[in-house]
């Protein structure tokens, strides 16, 4: 896993699962509490994620939240579009540019 960025623009690839959670969480903290305005996670270069890297996501969204600030996804891969809506959390989460249309449930 690797991250790149600066306070209001990150770039994160590789796997964001249980091996790279801890310093994942380190820097997305650092960048939500010294930065303003919205956090961009640029996710086009992460090849996967697993429940843990789910979660230092939502630990950063409800942290961000509580600083006045915004974390918005850019670039969901499909993969991880179908699990955020199977998860729900789509509805939580701002998601740039929305999700693919073979992400939604069929009704």
């Given at each position: 896993?690797?991250?790149?960025?600066?306070?209001?623009?990150?770039a994160?690839?590789?796997?964001?699962?249980?091996?790279?959670?801890?310093?994942?969480?380190?820097?997305l903290?650092?960048?939500?509490?010294?930065?303003?305005?919205?956090?961009?996670?640029?996710?086009?270069?992460?090849?996967?994620?697993?429940?843990?890297?789910?979660?230092?996501?939502?630990?950063?969204?409800?942290?961000?939240?509580?600083?006045?600030?915004?974390?918005?996804?850019?670039?969901?891969?499909?993969?991880?579009?179908?699990?955020?809506?199977?998860?729900?959390?789509?509805?939580?989460?701002?998601?740039?540019?929305?999700?693919?249309?073979d992400?939604?449930?069929?009704?």
């Amino acid at each position: 896993m690797h991250i790149r960025g600066d306070h209001a623009e990150l770039a994160v690839g590789g796997r964001l699962d249980v091996r790279s959670a801890a310093d994942a969480r380190t820097v997305l903290h650092s960048a939500v509490d010294d930065g303003a305005g919205d956090l961009v996670l640029n996710l086009t270069e992460l090849d996967s994620w697993d429940a843990t890297g789910l979660g230092v996501i939502m630990g950063a969204h409800r942290r961000a939240g509580r600083a006045g600030r915004r974390l918005v996804l850019r670039g969901v891969p499909p993969q991880m579009q179908r699990l955020l809506v199977a998860t729900r959390l789509h509805r939580i989460l701002a998601i740039e540019g929305g999700l693919a249309a073979d992400s939604l449930p069929r009704v």
